[in-house]
Every structure is written in C-alpha cells, then in structure tokens.
C-alpha cells in the first residue's frame, strides 16, 4: 500500500537536545510539507519542498532544520533554538501541481514531541 | 493573502441531527477547497475537495459541501450524524504560489456526537 510513513508515533527529549523526525513516502509525489499542530491553532507551515535538493521556509520556520536528498525522505530537525517544541508535527506530500491546479495533501498519522 | 474561518471551535450534536461546519475563505483567486477530518492523534484524511465545476461536493462518510461564491463559504454538512462522526474537522484553502501547493488551514472544529 501507498502511503507517508512516520516515525516514532511519540518522542521525548531533555530540552537543549536536537531531534530529528522521519517523514517517508512512497507515493511517488514531488512535494513534501512538514506542519506543525497546536491544540486550537490548526496547522502551520514549517518548511516545504518542491523538488529534491531544494526546499523553503514555511511560516514558523525559525529553530528547524530540514533535507531533502531524496525524492521519498523529508526529515525535520528540532531544534534547541525551538523556544516551545513541544507538539504533534505531521508530514503531508502531493503531486507538483500543474498551472494553478492543486492536488490534495496526503498526511502521514503524525509524530507526538515531548520536551521537558 | 489567503486565508480561512471556520466559525465554532466546537459544535455538538445529537445522533442523527443534522451536522452543519462552517467554513469562509478568503482568496484573490478562485479558490481550491478542502475539507479534511482528524480523529485523535492521528493524521489528516481527505473528506472532499473543490476544484472546478459542480459547486455541490460529495465526500466519503456522507458529507457533502456547497462552494458559494458568493458567500465566499464552503460548508460542509451531514444529513444524520453518526456517533463515528466525532472528530476535529479542517477546511482549508490551496495557498499562493510562493508556497507551491501548500495548503492554508482553519482553526479547526472539533464535532461531538452524542446519543
């Protein structure tokens, strides 16, 4: 089956730690999407990618790093820059977008992130 | 800029009443709509989507919404609502080219379903 796979489905951290996040999809989709989820404040853009090797800021950027070496992996680094890390982040992907036609997002079941 | 309202952090319902979420966009554009439900830690899942064409959209579940430009609104409704129903609900807006295809989200709209 097709689909976005990420792990782990809960992560804790000691604050000041780096954590990375996987985010893989086998979907043959060109766009990935890392969001971020706070309860009441829907999801929020952190970084996006079109294409393999280039990526951009989303809206909340600021203490995450991502790559994007290959066309199925997006992984999101969290930051000990990230004042308030701790949420539920979720990976989405999509087919490149043609003209103004949008294709929906399809999301993988999500990474709880605990730092304390 | 785009954007979107989901007006109602919480509606409450009762089995089998009608379900009604609202949802208006903001868009310079002619706008792409998506309605997307999340049961509890899990992720998205597409209910139905607008694009062109019919303004009525039938999704999976039962859910339907009407695109109205005129209201800049894209409602999405359930005849009878079913106890399964209970989720956080999203609507959401394709964005600007300067974010490729990503989308703009609402707030969210949690629904509770009671017997």
């Known amino acids: 089956d097709g689909g976005i796979t990420q792990s782990p489905k809960y992560l804790f951290r000691k604050e000041g730690q780096n954590v990375t996040l996987s985010c893989e999809q086998n979907?043959?989709?060109?766009?990935m999407y890392w969001y971020r989820q706070d309860p009441g404040q829907g999801l929020r853009l952190i970084y996006y990618?079109?294409?393999?090797?280039?990526?951009q800021k989303g809206d909340i950027a600021e203490g995450y790093s991502v790559s994007r070496e290959k066309k199925e992996s997006f992984p999101l680094t969290v930051t000990s820059a990230q004042k308030n890390p701790t949420a539920f982040y979720l990976c989405?992907?999509?087919?490149?977008?043609?003209?103004?036609?949008?294709?929906?997002?399809?999301f993988g079941p999500g990474t709880r992130l605990t730092v304390t | 800029a785009q954007s979107v309202t989901q007006l109602g952090s919480h509606v409450s319902v009762s089995e089998r009443a009608l379900v009604l979420l609202r949802c208006n966009y903001s868009?310079?554009?002619?706008?792409?709509l998506f309605w997307y439900v999340q049961y509890p830690n899990q992720g998205l899942q597409l209910l139905l989507k607008?694009?062109?064409?019919?303004?009525l959209v039938k999704g999976i579940n039962g859910f339907e919404a009407e695109f109205k430009k005129s209201e800049t609104s894209f409602h999405l409704t359930k005849p009878s609502a079913h106890m399964s129903d209970a989720a956080e609900y999203f609507c959401?807006?394709?964005?600007?080219?300067?974010?490729?295809?990503?989308?703009?989200f609402g707030k969210g709209t949690t629904l509770s379903v009671s017997s």
């Open positions: 989405a992907s999509t087919r490149a977008s043609r003209g103004r036609f949008y294709y929906e997002q399809y």
């Open positions: 979907l043959n989709h060109d766009a």
């Open positions: 990618s079109q294409i393999v090797n280039d990526f």
């Open positions: 868009s310079s554009v002619p706008p792409y």
């Open positions: 607008y694009t062109t064409g019919a303004t």
């Open positions: 959401a807006v394709s964005g600007l080219s300067q974010a490729g295809t990503a989308l703009i």
